[in-house]
């Protein structure tokens, strides 16, 4: 028993100098104070994933600012799809007379009418499926979208797509003409070639014009229907400007 009780007193004495010399307190060297750059550089270090997001974050919002800013955007558009013609030599000409029929729409002081140029949606010489594939897709994209309301095609376009189900009957306002049928006005024959500079025998005798019918029900039918009216007024002029003195 009292061996016991010497060691129990022993290892007392023991487990208290060890917690002195524990908790002994040191003396604290002075903390060095880090300059400018050795912050940075900790920062960096420490948050460099969350540095490298939000500096691409900061990339992208500067680009797409700059790029909504400083892109010219259309008052209105027309989509151009046509098998054999030479007509997309004269897309300068084009945009500058349909523009001379556009609205100022988005209130920037200028008048710009934008010719949506799409891939031919089928094989011909020269191209490939793929490539007809991607035309195919551009064009059922565009019309399932509220723009562009107007479009210059041929008949092997409309009867690939069966458009004359999307366009207007153009017959019906312009009953007194008789280059119209249920896909549209045909260019051919009229003061196109004229207005654009280009020779009448460059213009293949199934190229028209026409307009797309509002969708219902869609989600964008409101927006489609605005456009539907701009597009209507500039394709009266076109037509007028077209059969003057025919």
Request: net charge negative; proline share 3%; aromatic share 14%.
């Given at each position: 028993?009292?061996?016991?009780?010497?060691?129990?007193?022993?290892?007392m004495k023991?487990?208290?100098?060890?917690?002195?010399?524990?908790?002994?307190?040191?003396?604290?060297?002075?903390?060095?104070?880090?300059?400018?750059?050795?912050?940075?550089?900790?920062?960096?270090?420490?948050?460099?994933?969350?540095?490298?997001?939000?500096?691409?974050?900061?990339?992208?919002?500067?680009?797409?600012?700059?790029?909504?800013?400083?892109?010219?955007?259309?008052d209105?558009?027309?989509?151009?799809?046509?098998?054999?013609?030479?007509?997309?030599?004269?897309?300068?000409?084009?945009?500058?007379?349909?523009?001379?029929?556009?609205?100022?729409?988005?209130?920037?002081?200028?008048?710009?009418?934008?010719i949506?140029?799409?891939?031919?949606?089928?094989?011909?010489?020269?191209t490939?499926?793929?490539?007809?594939?991607?035309?195919?897709?551009?064009?059922?994209?565009?019309?399932?979208?509220?723009?562009?309301?107007?479009?210059?095609?041929?008949?092997?376009?409309?009867?690939?797509?069966?458009l004359?189900?999307?366009?207007?009957?153009?017959?019906?306002?312009?009953?007194?003409?008789?280059?119209?049928?249920?896909?549209?006005?045909?260019?051919?024959?009229?003061?196109?070639?004229?207005?654009?500079?280009?020779?009448?025998?460059?213009?293949?005798?199934?190229?028209?014009?026409?307009?797309?019918?509002?969708?219902?029900?869609?989600?964008?039918?409101?927006?489609?229907?605005?456009?539907?009216?701009?597009?209507?007024?500039?394709?009266?002029?076109?037509?007028?400007?077209?059969?003057?003195?025919?």
């Amino acid at each position: 028993e009292e061996r016991l009780r010497r060691e129990r007193i022993e290892l007392m004495k023991a487990k208290q100098s060890g917690d002195e010399e524990e908790f002994t307190p040191k003396e604290k060297e002075p903390e060095r104070k880090l300059t400018f750059k050795e912050k940075i550089v900790n920062f960096i270090y420490f948050y460099k994933w969350h540095v490298i997001v939000t500096a691409g974050v900061i990339a992208l919002g500067s680009f797409l600012i700059y790029d909504y800013v400083t892109t010219v955007r259309g008052d209105s558009n027309m989509m151009f799809t046509i098998y054999d013609c030479k007509i997309e030599n004269y897309a300068g000409e084009m945009e500058e007379l349909f523009s001379s029929y556009t609205p100022d729409v988005n209130g920037d002081g200028k008048n710009y009418f934008e010719i949506v140029w799409m891939g031919i949606p089928f094989e011909y010489d020269g191209t490939t499926y793929e490539q007809a594939q991607a035309g195919a897709v551009q064009m059922m994209a565009r019309f399932d979208s509220p723009e562009p309301m107007l479009i210059i095609a041929d008949k092997r376009v409309a009867e690939e797509y069966g458009l004359s189900e999307s366009l207007i009957d153009l017959r019906e306002k312009y009953p007194e003409y008789e280059n119209i049928d249920e896909c549209g006005f045909y260019l051919k024959g009229t003061n196109f070639s004229e207005l654009i500079g280009m020779s009448e025998e460059e213009i293949p005798d199934d190229a028209f014009i026409g307009i797309r019918r509002v969708k219902q029900g869609q989600y964008y039918t409101e927006e489609m229907e605005e456009n539907y009216k701009i597009s209507e007024e500039i394709l009266d002029k076109f037509i007028k400007d077209c059969m003057k003195d025919k």
